[in-house]
């Protein structure tokens, strides 16, 4: 679609429409290589080529925000060199160049948000922020009191203590156990290794929300496009992140 050529300096973010007047009656601006002095001449972004000053003026880019539940067996890459399934081809195509929020390894599951806003992903996933994250996580055999309260207290890692900010056991089972954690740091695979430490390896581990945005009833491998209030609620500075209340074990 054809617009005025200061229009679409202006929505680019080079410059303020004025601005853009000025620098169109300079001289400054080309279009298809053919310098435009006029105000009332017209171009369209998505065919032609305009430049101010040389540098190409590209369409603003809308930002995509999408909500996954991931299935175990893909990885939150773009490409992977093993060619194992990439959470990219769960997606279709979108009309943008999505990548993953953070990460999910290979074997968990659950909520992953995906976006092209890459100001959006760094106060999702950057550790200063202290967003946090919500899992379900089923571990082998029948966790002790003593463990739970091992947990809750600290374990010592190779990299550093790990303390979830809360804990939950949710079901004992004969043979596995089931408990909730609530973190807000991102050390690679440090939950399977912290029951690693306990001698209860992880057998599911399924992400259930970030901040307040819950998993709900999305299917496994399916998506949906965030609200803009979900948006707006996770990028706001004054973000409550939910915590699971006073950590309590189940008899």
């Known amino acids: 679609m054809e617009e005025r050529l200061q229009k679409i300096i202006a929505r680019s973010g080079l410059a303020s429409r004025r601005k ?3 620098m169109i009656r300079e001289g400054r601006v080309s279009v298809n290589s053919e310098t435009v002095r006029e105000l009332g001449f017209k171009a369209d972004i998505g065919r032609d080529e305009i ?16 909500a996954l539940n991931k299935p175990r067996g ?15 081809s769960l997606l279709p195509e979108l009309g943008a160049r999505l990548f ?25 996933q950057h550790p200063r922020f202290r967003v946090s994250k919500t899992y379900r ?53 440090v939950i399977r290794r912290a ?5 209860h390896p992880v057998l599911r581990l399924i992400r259930t929300a970030i901040a307040d945005l819950q998993l709900g009833n999305l299917g496994e491998g399916d998506y949906r496009f965030l609200k803009g209030w979900e948006i707006r609620q996770l ?17």
Request: glycine share 8%; charged share 30%; net charge negative.
């Open 20 to 22: 853009a007047e000025d």
């Open 51 to 66: 430049r101010v000053d040389g540098k190409l003026i590209c369409a603003e880019e809308t930002k995509i925000y999408v």
């Open 74 to 88: 893909y990885v939150t890459t773009l490409s992977d060199p093993q060619k194992r399934p990439t959470v990219i």
């Open 100 to 124: 993953p929020v953070g990460r999910l390894d290979y074997d968990s599951e659950g909520l992953l948000l995906m976006t092209n806003d890459g100001h959006f992903a760094q106060q999702i």
């Open 137 to 189: 996580v089923k571990i082998s055999g029948r966790l002790t009191g003593a463990e739970f309260r091992r947990l809750q207290n600290g374990l010592d890692l190779e990299d550093g203590t790990f303390v979830p900010d809360a804990a939950m056991i949710d079901e004992i089972n004969p043979k596995s156990s089931w408990l909730i954690l609530n973190i807000s740091e991102g050390r690679n695979r």
């Open 195 to 199: 029951f690693e430490k306990l001698g």
């Open 235 to 251: 990028m706001s500075p004054r973000r409550q992140n939910e915590r699971l209340g006073k950590p309590w074990e189940k008899t």
